[in-house]
């Protein structure tokens, strides 16, 4: 008795087609993040830009969440997106001057210490009423994670912003270096990788990857300080070659983390929102510890 002819799965995308498809994804995505920070009336660009920020914030805290439940950790989802998103906005409100005086960066530090003192106080608080989570321990820590690896490291994006008379082209600086990072990573690594850096938690980063991250994050952040001028204040040649380098080596590290907690849900990407990249967080990965890195620098280095 014949059972039919058996389905074969559609083939594998070729590599050439996986890159061009990541590749424009990012450029239509961060287009719309640019065209936010420069869209010419003060309030429209400050209040879209924070918008924009928060859906990415929020929808890669979910992901993330989902990640911890199906690797069998509990964690107190509800709290924790509704926690990222208020420190967002309230660092937004504290920084800008539109609720009130307008402050240095360097002032949102206490702040966001008393709001994460807050926040784990709530947290404990539900543990008090939970009924059935008796494992409280881990649920107030990946909760506060969470909150702390997504929105409170995208929160130097927004110091970033601030920082500067116009913080917009260090922001701008900070997206495009990081970004090109990525695509020398993946390039170099699928044409000429060979030798695996770390197997057992990404299969597919390699020596070279890294190499060709670093030589398009330094690349692409020399010939930006170039272009930019007088509008990246303190930007020399040398400072843009350290920055290249940094940015490219944490970004590869950022984009290694996620990977670690992807394989241990055991899945290939956070979600299904950008063809060839996966999820928000597989977008945000290499931007989240770049973003405090870069904020450093500017502040403590060229300020």
Request: glycine share 12%.
């Amino acid at each position: 008795m014949s059972s039919g002819p058996v389905a074969t799965p559609p083939p594998a995308a070729s590599k050439g087609r996986v890159f061009v498809r990541r590749f424009l994804s990012s450029i239509v995505l961060w287009t719309a993040v640019i065209s936010a920070l420069f869209s010419g009336h003060q309030l429209l660009s400050d209040y879209f830009f924070l918008a924009i920020i928060m859906v990415l914030a929020g929808t890669g805290l979910v992901e993330f969440y989902g990640l911890l439940e199906r690797s069998h950790l509990v964690c107190f989802k509800e709290w924790g997106v509704c926690g990222g998103l208020l420190l967002l906005a309230s660092t937004f409100a504290y920084l800008s001057g539109h609720g009130g005086a307008k402050l240095p960066p360097a002032k949102a530090n206490d702040f966001e210490t008393s709001f994460l003192i807050l926040f784990v106080l709530g947290l404990c608080l539900r543990q008090f009423v939970a009924r059935s989570n008796t494992a409280g321990l881990i649920a107030i820590s990946t909760t506060l994670f969470g909150l702390m690896y997504i929105p409170w490291l995208l929160n130097f994006i927004q110091k970033i912003k601030f920082l500067e008379a116009d913080g917009r082209f260090y922001v701008f600086y900070f997206v495009v270096v990081t970004k090109f990072s990525d695509i020398g990573a993946y390039a170099v690594g699928t044409v000429i990788g060979r030798h695996k850096m770390i197997p057992r938690i990404s299969p597919g980063k390699t020596w070279e990857g890294l190499g060709g991250a670093l030589a398009a994050a330094t690349a692409s952040s020399l010939v930006f300080a170039r272009l930019a001028g007088g509008r990246l204040p303190g930007m020399t040649a040398a400072h843009a070659t350290v920055l290249g380098l940094l940015l490219g080596g944490t970004a590869v590290i950022g984009d290694l983390i996620e990977s670690l907690f992807k394989r241990e849900a055991g899945v290939k990407d956070s979600g299904h929102w950008f063809p060839g990249i996966g999820g928000i967080l597989d977008l945000l990965d290499s931007l989240l510890f770049n973003a405090p890195l870069m904020y450093l620098y500017l502040r403590h280095v060229l300020t």
